[in-house]
């Protein structure tokens, strides 16, 4: 059962152009969260989607930044007219479910690395 | 300001010694993760503790959620040069209608043989 997969793994932009980050979740698991890691900090919560919905979107910039899951492939974050703040490890995490209480956890990818020039 | 704090933010060990790393929350934690990262890669789930005085090990690593549910502290027994990474402690938060992990800034840690 192959894991949280994300592509590209490194990613190098000039600022003003687009990026496009995949997420393909583990197999069975139709939640997907994507976080972003800045140098020196530590992740932080961008947007949760399930299939064809987004479900919270609080921790994503207000402008450029859009996600979505589509009924079929990969979770896409798209980045339109990047900066160079925008340069970070951009994880991706999926679940079965979201209840927490259940004790599902969230697995994690290797992350895209984005560096704007 | 930060709501899960790590300490220490960093450490060096020798190979073999013990160590242990904590995590604080400025509020009531309803379930704490515990991840390693190695640099390059994504996190690695260690354990997951949800009720206070929890307790769970897997192998060298114990972690435990003390009673008041707003600390929680990993412990390396023996710890080897496999054991370096960034550990990061995750908590839940039901936020803007959903759950959602928080973590805190990481704990590096670096084991020289």
């Known amino acids: ?117 | 300001s930060q709501e899960l704090e790590q300490s220490p933010q960093s450490l060096i060990v020798q190979e073999g010694k013990n160590l242990t790393i904590n995590c604080t929350s400025s509020k009531t934690l309803y379930g704490l993760y515990w991840y390693k990262q190695k640099y390059g890669e994504g996190l690695i789930f260690l354990m997951m503790l949800q009720k206070g005085g929890e307790e769970k090990s897997h192998e060298k690593i114990t972690a435990k959620l003390d009673e008041k549910k707003q600390q929680s502290s990993l412990h390396i027994t023996a710890s080897q040069p496999s054991h370096a990474g960034i550990y990061l402690c995750g908590a839940v938060r039901y936020q803007g209608g959903s759950e959602k992990l928080v973590f805190g800034k990481g704990m590096k840690l670096t084991v020289n043989p």
């Open chain 1, 1 to 117: 059962n192959a894991g949280v997969m994300q592509n590209p793994r490194h990613l190098v932009r000039r600022r003003g152009q687009e990026a496009r980050l995949r997420c393909s979740p583990m197999k069975g698991h139709s939640h997907v969260y994507w976080y972003r890691q800045l140098p020196e900090e530590g992740l932080k919560f961008m947007v949760y989607l399930q299939k064809e919905n987004i479900i919270d979107e609080s921790g994503m910039p207000k402008e450029r930044f859009s996600a979505e899951f589509p009924k079929e492939g990969p979770s896409i974050l798209r980045i339109q007219q990047v900066v160079r703040g925008d340069s970070a490890a951009y994880f991706c995490a999926s679940s079965p479910r979201t209840t927490f209480s259940l004790q599902e956890t969230q697995y994690f990818g290797p992350g895209t690395r984005l560096l704007v020039l």
